[in-house]
């Protein structure tokens, strides 16, 4: 019945691993969205696909890469990873793209660089 | 960077309504209004927006000010599970949600 859902929960993990977070929605929604949240709290868009089509790609090191195999997934990749890196990451959903559209957000990944 | 202005926490008591501010002077006309929460150790969930006129759902009511400036989150009854940050976020044509510090709200049972 989960709406957005997260895999995996936690990760832990050495500098330098490439790891992946993936992400599902079961609401039919067209576009998806991966945020990340730091340790001061600050929530930050990274990416969103509508249609599988990247529309929105802010100032992310090109050791992220998102991938949205159908319009109901969208991975998130990360190559070479820092202790910076560590923060929970979520993934979010909508219908359509406007300012009257609401997001639905998944449970979280939370991620630790050792 | 985040273009509206809240407190940084906010107190209330159980079963009593709460109003939570905030300042956007610099909306544009076709910005929305939209709030968030986010309860501890959980993803951000919808609350409310609007455009110009005031808007009620079953989770809360949103009085917007008449030159858009401000807006005011109204919890009508504050439960201890309504304890979160709530955030007030304006959306414009590029449909992003740029999240500020929002306002911490902590319910006193």
């Known amino acids: 019945d989960t709406a957005v859902s997260q895999t995996p929960k936690y990760l832990v993990t050495q500098m330098g691993n490439d790891k992946s977070i993936k992400c599902e929605q079961n609401?039919?929604?067209?576009?998806m969205y991966w945020y990340k949240q730091d340790s001061k709290k600050f929530l930050k868009i990274m990416f969103s696909?509508?249609?599988?089509?990247?529309?929105i790609n802010e100032t992310v090191p090109n050791r992220f890469s998102p991938k949205s195999p159908d319009k109901a997934h969208l991975n998130l990749h990360i190559n070479s990873l820092e202790l910076g890196d560590s923060a929970v990451y979520f993934c979010?959903?909508?219908?359509?793209?406007?300012?009257?559209?609401?997001?639905?957000f998944g449970p979280g990944t939370r991620l630790l660089v050792l | 960077d985040a273009k509206t202005t809240q407190p940084n926490s906010m107190e209330s008591n159980e079963e009593e309504p709460v109003h939570l501010p905030c300042n956007h002077s610099?909306?544009?006309?076709?910005?929305?209004i939209h709030w968030y929460r986010q309860l501890p150790s959980q993803g951000p969930e919808y609350v409310i927006h609007?455009?110009?006129s005031n808007v009620n759902n079953r989770m809360a009511s949103l009085a917007i000010a008449e030159d858009r400036k401000s807006s005011t989150l109204i919890l009508h009854r504050a439960t201890l599970r309504d304890a979160a940050v709530y955030y007030c976020?304006?959306?414009?044509?590029?449909?992003?949600?740029?999240f500020g510090s929002g306002t911490r709200l902590l319910v006193r049972p």
């Open positions: 979010a959903s909508s219908q359509g793209t406007s300012g009257t559209k609401t997001q639905y």
């Open positions: 609401l039919g929604h067209d576009t």
């Open positions: 696909y509508n249609n599988k089509e990247l529309i």
């Open positions: 610099t909306i544009s006309g076709t910005d929305y």
């Open positions: 609007g455009l110009t």
């Open positions: 976020i304006l959306v414009d044509s590029s449909y992003k949600l740029i």
